[in-house]
Nanobody, 117 residues
């Protein structure tokens, strides 16, 4: 059973940065497309960034130019660098393997990001 452990969230002020990490069991980070999702209060979980096995990246419009997804295959870890954070980025962030832009495995516990002054 594949497991994900997300970390790096916290409480920051608008304009600040955070770097999220997602440690995955097995070698799925190296072999498959991976994505970062977020779920804000009262909203559905949504994909915000993904990276293909070939290294191509994609972002939802609201985070383009501010977020960067990357991965370290040797550590089976996916990262999400978040800059210029806004209050609307407040959410619980999760990672997962993607198959046709859909999550494949059970979710981890996520990591809370709160952007507030």
């Amino acid at each position: 059973q594949v497991q994900f452990v997300e970390s790096g969230g916290g409480l920051v002020q608008p304009g600040e940065s955070l770097r999220l990490s997602c440690a995955a069991s097995g070698s799925i980070v190296r072999d498959y497309a991976m994505g970062w999702y977020r779920q804000a209060p009262g909203k559905q979980r949504a994909l915000v960034a993904d990276v293909t096995s070939g290294g191509n990246t994609h972002y939802t419009d609201s985070v383009k130019g501010r977020f960067t997804i990357s991965r370290d295959n040797t550590k089976n870890t996916v990262y999400l660098q978040m800059n210029s954070l806004k209050s609307e980025d407040t959410a619980v962030y999760y990672c997962n393997r993607l198959l046709g832009n859909l999550p494949v495995h059970p979710w981890g516990q996520g990591t809370q990001v709160t952007v507030s002054s």
